[in-house]
């Protein structure tokens, strides 16, 4: 009798949330620790978190890993500042070998920039086609005020290093009412003519900034869009990157400008992406405190069974949205965490 030979294992089944949502998109948070301490992102005396409590880049790589198993074509590795992270390049080199698998289909960076003209190349090699670059002014005074510690010329130094290693540059603006109104075509203008796409967003009630500094930063990108509509004729795309944003093109010039919107229209309709901190929380929803702890399925054991139970766990509690809103004059919504601890 010809002895049965073990069948393959089956590949684990895709990731879908409550509502029918194939999660496909993870942001991993690699630190909480940043150069900058930008105004609308976290306090200018942070307290950090005690590097014990950090995953390891071995860790990472075998969460991360475990979703890509699961389902995740797309990851993002976000911060804090990422390549602040000692090592960092390891974990995207570790990463990089989902991209020669096919598994994982891109693998992109979210950064302020300020260390991108040391690391651009290696990033390139590691299969990243795509960088976000966090951006708010081009005026280098109004730049060390929002960041406080950051210097705009670094930044611009990060920037031509990317272009110069291939890779696709975003520039992500947080829009903010009597900071950056006065730049709006100074921004498109700029990223017309360096080649860069643009996207905007709106300021989230993140970490505790107070009310007040809150609703005094609140620029609705509806009246941002009034405002490019009055220069451009906005042509709408159905073009989706698997992220929040949606997009325009300018007729008059070709470019592409992105809005992301969670106050003034949620998208949370087509949300297929869950967040990652880098001490094991995964946060289902941006706009919600739930959270999962899979640190400690992934320090209990080597074994990855336990792990994927976990996130199978977390997925069917991914609520149908986040309660934002500024609507009524007052911060609705708001979480206590800074962006950095989740990631962007």
């Known amino acids: 009798m010809t002895p049965m030979l073990p069948s393959p294992a089956a590949p684990s089944p895709l990731l879908m949330d409550p509502f029918a949502r194939a999660i496909s998109y993870l942001r991993v948070s690699v630190t909480d620790r940043c150069d900058f301490r930008c105004t609308y992102c976290m306090a200018e005396h942070m307290t950090f978190l005690p590097r014990a409590e950090l995953l390891t880049l071995e860790e990472l790589d075998r969460l991360c890993s475990a979703f890509v198993r699961m389902g995740v074509q797309k990851l993002r590795v976000t911060g804090g500042e990422p390549l602040v992270r000692r090592g960092i390049m390891t974990f995207f080199r570790a990463m990089s070998r989902h991209l020669g698998t096919g598994a994982l289909k891109e693998l992109t960076l979210t950064t302020n920039g300020s260390q991108l003209a040391r690391h651009a190349d290696e990033v390139a090699a590691c299969g990243v ?25 670094q930044v611009l130094d990060g920037l031509r290093a990317a272009r110069a290693a291939g890779l696709r540059v975003k520039i992500n603006t947080v829009a903010l009412r009597g900071f950056n109104e006065d730049e709006l075509f100074r921004l498109v203008d700029w ?20 009310e007040d500094t809150r609703l005094d930063q609140y620029w609705p990108l509806t009246e941002l869009r009034t405002r490019l509509a009055e220069r451009f004729s906005l042509i709408e795309l159905s073009e989706r990157t698997g992220g929040p944003a949606r997009y325009v093109r300018l007729a008059e010039t070709g470019q592409k400008i992105g809005f992301i919107t969670p106050l003034t229209h949620n998208f949370c309709e087509s949300c297929n992406r869950v967040r990652l901190t880098c001490t094991g929380e995964l946060f289902m929803c941006l706009g919600q405190e739930d959270r999962a702890d899979l640190r400690a399925p992934l320090r209990r054991t080597s074994e990855d069974g336990p792990l994927e139970q976990a996130i199978r766990e977390a997925i069917a509690r991914k609520p149908k949205g986040h309660d934002f809103d500024y609507s009524r004059k007052t911060v609705a919504g708001q979480m206590s965490r800074h962006m950095s601890h989740t990631g962007g």
């Open 191 to 210: 990223c017309g003519a360096e080649g860069h796409d643009l996207t905007f967003i709106e300021v989230m009630p993140m970490g505790e900034m107070g």
């Open 129 to 153: 086609r795509r960088v976000n670059v966090s951006l708010d002014t081009l005026d280098a005074e109004r730049f060390a005020k929002v960041t406080r510690w950051g210097r705009l010329p």
